[in-house]
């Protein structure tokens, strides 16, 4: 069965490449007759490993064609996810699976509302991929992805494809704890080092202000019935610190490069949970105030 691929940045790239080359089928889904142009020109993904670069000529078509889906890859970021999915909705089969590899939460919700007659699987990654130029996409950190379904937890016949292309995976029957851990980790992150202008080791130098936000993300984890997701957060917020001392975070990239954030889906998600739960996470709210106020004076979306 073939994957369509939505999405073709950088992490839906490195995904379409590697099952390519394991001989899966796979098609990519390019959102207007100019990207697809682009593509067709070009003809290829080239993929950068270990620097070496390898071109890829996967097959492509828009969000136009009328080609059915049976399998889509939705790998766009959290805020354009449900306006894509709205575009391609009429191609998916009755029982279509939709992985949705997106990050911080909300998003997944949304899109699965709007496909009521599909299987939407969750996914949590920790692997690295930044777009070069064009079509150029470099794989940056060998990671792992969990997968699951919240609503049933029987494993699909396609993780053979994901083994079979090298695609390191996990099936998880806990996929919400997982994506709201990584949310935890994000919002202690992502944002001061945005704040600050820093690499994520540089963070040293405020411990204060991450340990502050890692006990309102404790209380709020625990508030939200995710309390494995709490557990030891403060030393695995540190250890991610710590092994990633001179990378720059994927939201410092996005607003170098003047790029819209996901900062709904990350802070704003947890600072919503917060109030929903009934409580007072003043940390929280103030680095999503002030997040918001220099994203703002950047020039780029504050939502």
């Known amino acids: 069965m073939t994957w369509h691929v939505l999405g073709a940045g950088s992490l839906g790239s490195v995904w379409a490449a590697r099952l ?33 670069a390898t071109r890829y000529a996967i097959p492509a078509d828009s969000v136009d064609s009328d080609t059915p889906i049976q399998r ?25 699976e939709v992985i949705l590899l997106q990050n911080g939460l909300g998003s997944q919700d949304e899109v699965a509302a709007l496909l009521p007659q599909c299987r939407c699987v969750f996914a949590s990654s920790t692997e690295g991929a ?26 699909p016949g396609w993780l053979a494809d994901l083994q079979q292309s090298g695609i390191a995976h996990t ?6 704890s997982r994506l709201w851990r990584k949310l935890a980790l994000n919002c202690a992150i992502n944002p001061l080092t945005v704040l600050h202008g820093c ?74 949970a917060g109030s929903k739960a009934g409580l007072t996470l003043p940390r929280l709210q103030a680095i999503h105030h002030r997040l918001q106020a220099h994203l703002g004076s950047c020039g780029l979306p504050q939502h």
């Not at 930044?130 to 029987?154: C, I, K, N, S, Y």
């Not at 099936?171 to 919400?176: E, G, K, M």
């Not at 709020?220 to 030393?235: F, I, K, N, W, Y």
């Open 171 to 176: 099936w998880s029957t806990d996929i919400v």
């Open 199 to 272: 690499r994520n080791g540089e963070l040293e130098t405020h411990r204060g202000e991450v340990d502050g936000l890692c006990a309102e993300l404790i209380e709020l984890l625990t508030a939200c019935g995710q309390p494995s997701a709490a557990a030891d957060l403060r030393e695995d917020v540190w250890r991610v610190i710590q092994a990633t001392a001179t990378n720059y975070s994927s939201m410092y990239q996005d607003v170098a490069a003047k790029r819209r954030t996901e900062i709904s889906y990350l802070l704003g998600y947890a600072c919503n």
């Open 130 to 155: 930044f777009r070069e130029v064009g079509w150029r996409v470099v794989f940056a950190g060998q990671g792992h992805t969990w997968l699951g379904d919240p609503a049933d937890e029987t494993p």
């Open 20 to 52: 390519h080359r394991a001989g899966v089928p796979v098609k990519l889904i390019l959102r207007d007759p100019q990207r697809l142009a682009s593509y067709r020109q070009v003809g290829a993904i080239t993929l950068v490993e270990h620097d070496h």
């Open 72 to 96: 889509l890859l939705l790998a766009c970021k959290a805020y354009d996810a449900a306006n894509a999915i709205k575009h391609v909705a009429h191609r998916l089969q009755p029982g279509a």
